[in-house]
């Protein structure tokens, strides 16, 4: 469901690998509200709020974009690769045994956040949307993908048919973001944050990165926009 800018490494410029990993990121994303799931993704088991809201209060949602700009202290996504005791956090994810370790920390920066849109989407239009990239997910008959087997791909459609069946005549809200952060800000924590300040649930439909590159050398672009 990622897409967009990939940098590739070739030859001798492999041996600097560190130094683009810290590179600045831009991305464009949607965040679905109403709607959350264990990943931050539509990727996850998906659960409805059981609500909907309204954002008509603009200046609301704007104020809380503003509070996520700057520097934040954040913890690694449940689903990440971050490891702990020398396992990736995902797998104890899907163990269910996330409660025998402390989640590790890091810092996260946003220079900008800002509103590109807010549209809506039909419960329908979602179902077909989500079925489109369920589709494509990979499939691994590798032993040591067996408990994440297929990114548990049926058990997250059953999830959103069982959502789309209960939420099928209303529409969700769908914000359209922009985003300048540094290296190793989480868009799929962030669209939970967003979703939980606006008192609702929210997951990343979308997630797009559209540059790569210093912040500094941005800095004529960022006043344009």
Not at 14 to 30: P, V
Not at 94 to 107: K, N, W, Y
Not at 194 to 206: I, N, V
Request: proline share 4%.
């Amino acid at each position: 469901m990622a897409s967009g800018k990939l940098l590739v490494l070739l030859g001798e410029e492999c041996r600097r690998q560190k130094e683009y990993t810290k590179l600045d990121k831009e991305y464009e994303i949607e965040v679905l509200l109403d709607i959350g799931s264990d990943t931050g993704d539509a990727l996850g088991l998906a659960e409805y709020a059981g609500k909907t809201t309204p954002v008509d209060n603009f200046s609301r949602l704007d104020e809380i974009l503003r509070a996520e700009e700057g520097s934040h202290v954040r913890p690694y996504p449940h689903f990440s690769s971050k490891t702990v005791q020398g396992k990736p956090l995902f797998m104890y994810a899907l163990e269910g045994t996330l409660s025998t370790i402390q989640i590790p920390t890091h810092a996260e920066h946003i220079y900008r956040i800002k509103r590109r849109d807010v549209t809506s989407l039909s419960a329908v239009k979602l179902s077909q949307r989500v079925d489109a990239f369920l589709a494509k997910a990979p499939t691994s008959d590798e032993p040591s993908k067996a408990l994440g087997a297929d990114f548990r791909i049926e058990a997250v459609r059953a999830s959103w048919q069982r959502l789309i069946s209960e939420a099928r005549d209303r529409e969700f809200v769908v914000l359209s973001l922009r985003v300048v952060c540094g290296s190793g800000t989480y868009m799929r924590s962030l669209a939970p944050r967003l979703g939980e300040a606006l008192g609702t649930r929210a997951l990343a439909l979308s997630i797009r990165r559209t540059k790569i590159g210093r912040y500094w050398r941005r800095l004529h672009y960022l006043h344009e926009v």
